[in-house]
């Protein structure tokens, strides 16, 4: 082969690869226009095949060049409407320029590659697909003249009838060499030289002019003679010509028919093998074709004749003498075993050379001028820091700020890429599928110029392919299923991308039959890889997230298109390294959308800047939920023990602690001292000034708090990664430079947690027991042992704090238990003392559950070990009712008891409550029968909260979530005073319920106090704003009934 | 490439250094630079002998206690302490060493194979001893002291 010359090799290749690009749309959409063709279209088509065989021949690479010249033909004759373009066509020419694009990839190796499946399906086409008249004409102008190589250099070259016009010692390599072709000129003194006013002189200088004549010759035989009847009236004049005119503007140059001007192929040296078998194909195809001309006239000998060609020649040929098109795709596997090979080999060896990418020049442009100013900013800077004149250096910092960032962003830009480069693959695909199913597929692409980074689109290729594959093959459904549903016999795919929130959104929509979440349940259920127990408290969207599971497809038949059971787990990984997420949304029946949310970039991530130790880290900002600072008088609260397990107590909802500083094993600079002199565990998160910073990490579904030394800013980072010394540590994303020079480190949250063995799969499993239907009943409770083995718990929310104690520590006082707690003394108690319940001794290590009952704080003592459960359970009020005990449940197969903390600490403290036993006479002779609405969707809780209102002598209504409440409310208007809330309901939660009374002129006068298990800065702003009057912690009973009281004396105050 | 040091002749260059007591040295074409400002970030839960990574010109260099993955002691940070910054496998990691001194002439045909062990080094650390002005220079293979470790983690 040539030596070629590396950089016009690769620009060649990358020229062609664009103009490939955007064929194949093109060809389909000349395949829907049939016999109606844009010209235009054909023409670009045409130009672009046309364009890389020019290229193929000026660098030898003589098999692209054959196929470019054959698919050229075929759009020619496309463009002069000799073909009509039809399915079949399109689809060889498809298939032809799928191998032109493989011959492309694989340049180096493309001329020993096989290409003789489509040549000959080309041809095919070319011959046999036009009219009888034309195809004499067609064929010729197509093909070559026939030429025989022969062992020494020798070749024959053969004219349209057969005859052998010259024989002679040629080196084809030689002559062809530098992309020239190989001409026969066959002119006719008469007709075309005398008839046209020429000389044969100038003829022949015109000829010289634009090649070489290599021989020349007078057929003087075929004037024939006066006696014979068959005298031709011609006398017909031999060039053998080289020139770099390529075959189809040649004819224009010399004002020829076609038919006279014949091209010489098999520009190969015989050491390629490949491509001088094709040669003789070629020539056993051309004279197959002159003997086809003959087979016609003698009809009878037809089979024998093709039997004979079957024989000398290979499958392709078969093919070439049926006047149908035939269809390479069937026949690909049994005489493409050969070629498959060749391409594996060769893959292998293109990844030398150097990915590329193509940038527009403008931005190039853009570059060079913004480096050119940062050169400029840099010498004013650095006279400015030798004249020490403070000013300018300000002025050429503030320029290097400005061209820097600027220069930053288009160095981006040059990593954008539009989706369409992508999305264009996807008629095809679709369009191919859809011929394989037998089904009908519209495909719509929306937002083709929306840009990503590169490498995301190169990573979105696979997922997106599977998808809509998917799409097509398990979502639409064939014709006659549409038509029988009353659907469009067409079905709809469509693929969107478009910009949302500073993210890229893809979106894949089809109007087919839609996902069953129940069928996806069942067959996850029957794959074992979920129990029936977790299909049943899981919603609509769980069950369909569950064909991200792998090893699930729910396609009953296996098809070739897709169904393997791989792929949506894999669709969803690859999305997830990309840092994307994946939702379904489905209709059964009506079709399935799938959207994908990617970032813009991966390269530039804006990240939270944190400290410990004196050592700054970043954590992405995708990776942080929120920020939180317990302020020093709440760690207290907030922060507690479970098991032996740290949480934060945020919105209810309980979130693990992680000490970052701990994880890492840094020293913290500043540790909190406790002006008490006393060490709670908790103080260990404490910063000096006694607060705790928390980051709430999100990785995936799982949360965790990250407590910190110091928050900074957020910033842009750029993502640099760590050497090979460091990968095995876990925790760290990368490292990034930051502002000052210096390295941090980027915390990968997930890593975190699993070297601080957060498990995830146990907040998992947490995560699903939260997440249950709607309509059941969550309750987060506190267990703990009375006497060993005595199951016991109360809720969550009513516990202040845990305490381990010795028995040791309790004193006994007065008869009443105390231990030192805090520079104070903690009046504990045992269950026993109200309930009937076994006795606890009192030694060894004990537990003091802290409550605050009526502004004080108590302790109940239990036994250890100690835990807190979110468990949906149902709490039997009857059967083990008994004073300080509120009912029973199962937890963890064990029958536990619910100690009722109010009516327990009220039996054992009477007096704490006179006071308020006072202001609840004092109301109700002011406030009348009054009814409270009370709106709480845990069971336990409405009952809980009911019983100490109405001990107070309110009457209470009870309502599950904000619509019971609201609907009753608009049926009794006149009957209700107060509205206590819950904030958090399913159907309509407490804001929105406020929102409407507030806003209804009819109860807009109505207080509202709304109940929290804790309330966050933020919903008592999101609570005010809504018009909630008062904020109440369930927990704390004298408060709220102090504040209803309020509210109500005030109301009859204004009444009166 | 360094493995077969016995089969390799002609002249060498070697930068040396002082790791603790032990003079050695590296092939100078190993050698990128020399680095006189010791500014890292310490990095939790690495190895032991990886003092952290800094900042070299927009790379994130690893720095290594060269001293330490040798088993001669740690480096002591000083006025004299450096960092060579070498080429490995793609990547540029640091080296911090006690004290540089000079580049030696050698001919590789002149490298004495080691010693089973020389103060602590072990052997497949090394690819020879060169006596260069009557002092004894362990020439270090860089690669293997590099490679070693990742192997265990």
């Known amino acids: 082969m040539t030596m070629l010359d590396d950089e016009t090799l690769q620009m060649y290749v990358e020229e062609a690869k664009e103009h490939l690009e955007s064929i194949e749309s093109d060809l389909l959409a000349i395949e829907q226009m049939g016999e109606d063709i844009d010209e235009e279209l054909v023409n670009k088509v045409f130009r672009a095949a046309h364009s890389i065989k020019g290229g193929a021949g000026f660098l030898g690479l003589n098999t692209i060049k054959e196929l470019a010249h054959k698919i050229e033909n075929v759009l020619d004759m496309m463009r002069n409407r000799e073909l009509v373009p039809n399915p079949e066509i399109v689809n060889i020419l498809l298939l032809a320029f799928d191998r032109l694009a493989e011959l492309i990839d694989n340049v180096e190796e493309s001329n020993d590659m096989d290409i003789s499946e489509h040549v000959a399906a080309l041809s095919a086409i070319a011959s046999g697909g036009v009219p009888e008249s034309k195809s004499e004409e067609a064929a010729d102008k197509s093909d070559e003249a026939a030429v025989e190589m022969q062992d020494d250099n020798k070749i024959v070259v053969k004219n349209s009838q057969g005859q052998v016009v010259f024989e002679k010692e040629l080196d084809l390599d030689q002559v062809t060499k530098g992309g020239k072709f190989l001409y026969l000129l066959e002119l006719d003194l008469v007709k075309d030289v005398q008839e046209k006013n020429k000389q044969p002189y100038d003829v022949i200088k015109d000829i010289r002019s634009t090649g070489d004549v290599l021989d020349f010759k007078i057929d003087l035989e075929a004037i024939g003679s006066l006696e014979e009847d068959k005298f031709t009236k011609t006398i017909p004049l031999y060039f053998l010509y080289a020139t770099i005119i390529e075959p189809d503007i040649i004819n224009t140059l010399f004002d020829l028919p076609d038919e006279q001007v014949k091209v010489i192929s098999g520009q190969d040296t015989p050491a390629a093998s490949g491509t001088e078998q094709e040669v003789k194909e070629q020539i056993e195809a051309e004279k197959q074709e002159e003997q086809m001309q003959k087979i016609e006239s003698e009809p009878k000998k037809e089979q024998v004749e093709e039997e004979k060609i079957v024989d000398i020649s290979s499958s392709s040929q078969k093919q070439a003498s049926k006047q149908v098109a035939p269809k390479p795709a069937a026949k690909k596997d049994t005489s493409d075993a050969k070629p498959k090979a060749a391409v594996k080999t060769s893959k292998h060896s293109t990844g030398v050379h150097a990915e590329t990418l193509r940038v527009h020049v403008s931005l190039l442009e853009n570059l060079m001028n913004l480096a050119g100013e940062l050169v400029l900013s840099r010498n004013q800077l650095m006279q400015a820091i030798a004249q020490q004149n403070m000013h300018d250096i300000q002025a050429a910092s503030q320029r290097i700020d400005l061209v820097t960032s600027e220069l930053q962003e288009a160095i981006m830009l040059t990593r954008m890429q539009p989706i369409g480069n992508i999305f264009n693959k996807f008629p095809r695909v679709v369009r191919d599928l859809a011929r394989d199913l037998g089904k009908e597929i519209e495909l719509i692409l929306e937002g083709k110029e929306v840009e990503l980074d590169k490498t995301i689109i190169e990573g979105l290729s696979d997922p997106l392919t599977h998808l809509v594959r998917n799409s097509a093959d398990h979502g639409i459904e064939p014709p006659e299923e549409r038509i029988a549903k009353g659907k469009d016999p067409v079905g709809k795919i469509i693929l969107k991308a478009y910009h949302a929130s500073g993210q890229v959104n893809i979106e894949i929509k089809d109007d087919g039959r839609g996902m069953d979440a129940e069928a996806i349940a069942r067959k996850a259920i029957e794959k074992g890889l979920v129990t029936e127990e977790q299909v049943r408290s899981m919603n609509e969207k769980e069950k369909l997230n569950l064909i991200f599971l792998p090893g699930l497809s729910t396609k009953e038949q296996v098809s070739d298109v897709s169904g393997r059971g791989v792929g949506m787990d894999v669709v969803k990984s690859n999305l997830d390294k990309l840092g994307g997420q994946i939702d379904i949304e489905t209709e059964l029946g009506k079709g399935t959308t799938i959207r994908i949310k990617l970032p813009l970039t991966l390269a530039i991530i804006p990240s939270l800047l944190i400290s410990v130790g004196g050592e700054r880290f970043a954590i992405p900002q995708v990776n942080v939920n929120e920020l939180i600072e317990v302020p020093a008088a709440q760690v207290k609260e907030r922060i507690e023990k479970v098991g032996d397990a740290d949480v934060l107590i945020l919105r209810g909802e309980l979130i693990p602690l992680l000490s970052l500083a701990e994880v890492l094993g840094i020293e913290r600079e500043s540790k909190f001292e406790s002006a008490e002199g006393e060490d709670t565990f908790s103080d260990k998160y404490r910063t000096d000034k006694g607060a705790v910073k928390v980051v709430i990490a999100q990785a995936g579904s799982f949360k965790y708090g990250l407590v910190v030394d110091e928050l900074h800013d957020s910033v842009e980072i750029v993502v640099k990664p760590l050497g090979r010394h460091l990968k095995q540590c876990e925790g760290y994303a990368g490292a990034t430079i930051m502002g000052d020079g210096r390295v941090a480190l980027i915390l990968d949250v997930v890593g975190l947690a699993k070297l601080a063995e957060l498990s995830a799969v146990n907040v998992a499993e947490k995560e699903k027991t939260v997440e249950i239907e709607e309509g059941e009943e969550v309750h987060t409770l506190f267990l703990f042992n009375n006497a060993p083995g005595e199951a016991c718990a109360v809720p969550l929310d009513l516990v202040a704090r845990v305490e381990l104690i010795k028995a040791e520590d309790i004193e006994e006082i007065g008869g009443k238990k105390v231990i030192k707690y805090r520079g104070g003394s903690l009046p504990v108690f045992a269950l026993e003392e109200v309930a009937n319940v076994e006795h606890l001794e009192l030694q060894g290590d004990l537990v003091v559950i802290v409550f605050v009952m009526g502004g004080h704080e108590v302790g109940l003592l239990a036994t250890p070990p100690v835990d807190a459960v979110e468990t949906k359970v149902k709490i039997d009020v009857f059967s083990l009712k008994q004073p300080g005990i509120a009912g029973s449940t199962i937890i963890n197969d064990k029958t536990t008891l619910i100690v009722d903390v109010y009516e327990f600490f009220e039996t054992l403290n009477p007096d704490w409550f006179i006071e308020r036993k006072e202001v609840a006479e004092e109301i109700k002779k002011e406030a009348g029968e009054k009814k409270v609405l009370l709106v709480e969707d845990s069971d336990f809780f409405r009952n809980q909260v009911k019983k100490f209102i109405e001990g107070e002598g309110y009457k209470v209504v009870a309502a599950e979530d904000g619509l019971v409440a609201w609907n009753y409310l608009n049926e009794h208007p006149d009957e209700i005073s107060v509205v206590v809330t819950d904030i958090e309901m399913p159907n309509m939660d407490g804001f929105e319920l406020t929102k409407l009374i507030k806003e209804s002129p009819q109860f807009a006068h109505l207080p509202v106090i709304a109940l929290t298990s804790l309330a966050g800065e933020e919903d008592i702003e999101k609570g005010k704003a809504v018009g909630i009057d008062d904020y109440q912690i369930k927990l704390d009973k004298e408060k709220l009934l102090q504040s209803i009281f309020n509210f109500l004396s005030k109301m009859q105050k204004q009444a009166a | ?153």
């Open chain 2, 1 to 153: 490439m360094e493995e077969t040091v016995q089969k390799r002749k002609g002249p060498f260059q070697a930068s040396c250094f002082y790791l603790g007591e032990a003079l050695c040295g590296i092939d100078i074409n190993l050698v990128q630079e020399i680095n006189k400002q010791i500014v890292y970030t310490a990095v939790p839960h690495a190895p032991d002998y990886v003092l952290g990574i800094m900042n070299l010109r927009g790379r994130i260099v690893t720095i290594v206690d060269f001293g330490k993955k040798l088993g001669l002691g740690c480096t002591k940070i000083t006025d004299s302490t450096r960092i060579i910054i070498v080429n490995s496998k793609e990547e540029q990691i640091g080296l911090m060493v006690d004290r540089i001194t000079d580049v030696v002439n050698g001919r590789w045909e002149d490298i004495a194979p080691p010693p089973a062990n020389i103060k602590g080094i072990q052997g497949r650390f090394f690819l020879g001893v060169c006596k260069v002005k009557n002092r004894l220079v362990a020439l270090l293979n860089v690669e293997e002291a590099l490679a070693d470790e990742l192997v265990k983690a």
